[in-house]
């Protein structure tokens, strides 16, 4: 075993035992299929769609309908344990959150891609940044711009 896979081990092993707290707390069932959906997300290093979290359930023999995707999904939101970004593309796009690591994006405002910027520097800055009586959950970081695909395009049209 590497040791990136104990440590993927242990990150489920802490996820699964939080969400377990909060649907106590909450009241809420704890089904097999929501602590199978929640393992499958924290195997995803990366951003997903509802689309493609269905089709990893797929590929695990464990096929569940979207309905109960998209209810298992607010729960995790709601359990701080995912995140839903705020991207401006037509589906929802999500990512595990619980591993205190800084997110960083950078999205073309014209065609909407999105690319995860792989900065020490501004890692650094947004882990050391604290506000002041606030406290941090989980740090992302999104800056918004034109891609070079989109910036080529549209320097031709001016032409
Ligand atoms: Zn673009």
């Known amino acids: ?56 359930m797929d590929i695990r023999r464990f096929p569940v309908s979207t309905a109960t995707i998209y209810s298992a999904m607010q729960l995790f939101v709601q359990a701080n344990l995912v995140i839903r970004h705020p991207f401006s593309t037509t589906a929802a796009v999500y990512e595990r959150i619980s591993d205190d690591r800084p997110r960083c994006y ?12 792989k900065s020490k520097e501004l890692a650094k800055g947004v ?12 740090r992302v970081a999104y800056i918004y711009g034109v891609c070079p695909k989109c910036e080529k395009q549209q320097a031709k049209a001016a032409v």
């Open 127 to 138: 882990t050391t940044f604290r506000p002041r009586r606030f406290t941090p959950t989980h």
């Open 106 to 117: 950078q999205i073309c405002s014209n065609c909407h891609h999105i690319t995860r910027i």
């Open 1 to 56: 075993m590497t040791e990136r896979t104990s440590s993927t081990h242990s990150l489920q092993a802490v996820v699964a035992k939080r969400f377990k707290t909060f649907l106590a707390a909450n009241g809420l069932r704890q089904t097999p299929e929501r602590y199978a959906l929640l393992k499958a997300i924290y195997d995803i290093d990366g951003l997903f769609t509802i689309e493609e979290l269905s089709e990893q």
